[in-house]
C-alpha cells in the first residue's frame, strides 16, 4: 500500500500545538480548503504538503492580511484627514472674507452715523435762521397786513355799492316782467 504524505488533523494538531476544533476552524475559514487539499483515506481525513504548509501559515497570513487591512485603513484616513484639511482652509479662507466684509459695514454704519448727525446739525441752524427770518419778516408783514386790510376794506366797500346797484336795477326788471305776465293773462287769454 502506498502512503501519501498527508498528515491527519490529530497529526497536526499535536505539530502544531493547537486543538482539533482549532484546525477544522481553519480549515473552514479558508475557502476551497477542503476540495482542494484534503482527501479521505479510511475512515479519517487527510490534508496534503501544500494544505498543511497553508495551515501552519495561517497565523502569519492572516496578520498580514490585518496589516495590509490596516495600511488601507491609515491610507483611507490620511486621505480623509488631507480633504478634511483642505475643506478647513477653504472655510478659514470664507471666514476671513465674511469678517472683512463685516469690517467693511461697520465703518459704512459709522460713517453714516456721523454724516447723519452733521446733517441734523446743519438741519437745526437752519431752522434756527428761518425762525429768526420768520419774526423779522412777521413783522413787516402786520405792517402790510394793516395796509392791505383797508385797501380790501375799500375794495370790499366798493364791491357791495356795485351789488347793491345791480340788485336793484334787477328787482325792477323783475317787477316789469311781472306786470307784463299779468296784462297778458286776461280772462279772455285762457280759452
Do not use: P
Not at 454704519?109 to 437752519?126: D, G, S
Not at 375799500?154 to 328787482?171: L, M
Amino acid at each position: 500500500m502506498v502512503k501519501l504524505l498527508g498528515k491527519t488533523i490529530r497529526q497536526l494538531s499535536e505539530e502544531l500545538k493547537l486543538s482539533k476544533q482549532a484546525i477544522n476552524q481553519r480549515i473552514n475559514s479558508i475557502n476551497g480548503f477542503r476540495s482542494k487539499h484534503t482527501y479521505k483515506v479510511k475512515n479519517h481525513l487527510e490534508i496534503d504538503n501544500q494544505g498543511v504548509k497553508m495551515l501552519a501559515n495561517f497565523d502569519k497570513q492572516k496578520q498580514q492580511e490585518r496589516q495590509t487591512n490596516r495600511q488601507a485603513e491609515n491610507d483611507k484616513d490620511k486621505n480623509i484627514d488631507h480633504i478634511l484639511l483642505k475643506q478647513l482652509d477653504v472655510k478659514d479662507q470664507q471666514i476671513a472674507n465674511l469678517q472683512q466684509a463685516l469690517d467693511q459695514q461697520q465703518k459704512l454704519q459709522i460713517a453714516t452715523v456721523a454724516e447723519n448727525h452733521q446733517l441734523k446739525e446743519h438741519v437745526r441752524k437752519l431752522s434756527g435762521l428761518l425762525e429768526s427770518s420768520s419774526s423779522t419778516q412777521q413783522q413787516s408783514n402786520d405792517k402790510d397786513d394793516t395796509l392791505s386790510n383797508n385797501v380790501n376794506a375799500s375794495q370790499s366797500k366798493d364791491k357791495n355799492d356795485k351789488q347793491d346797484k345791480k340788485n336793484v336795477v334787477d328787482t325792477d326788471k323783475k317787477q316789469k316782467k311781472t306786470r307784463k305776465n299779468k296784462a297778458q293773462l286776461n280772462w279772455w287769454h285762457f280759452w
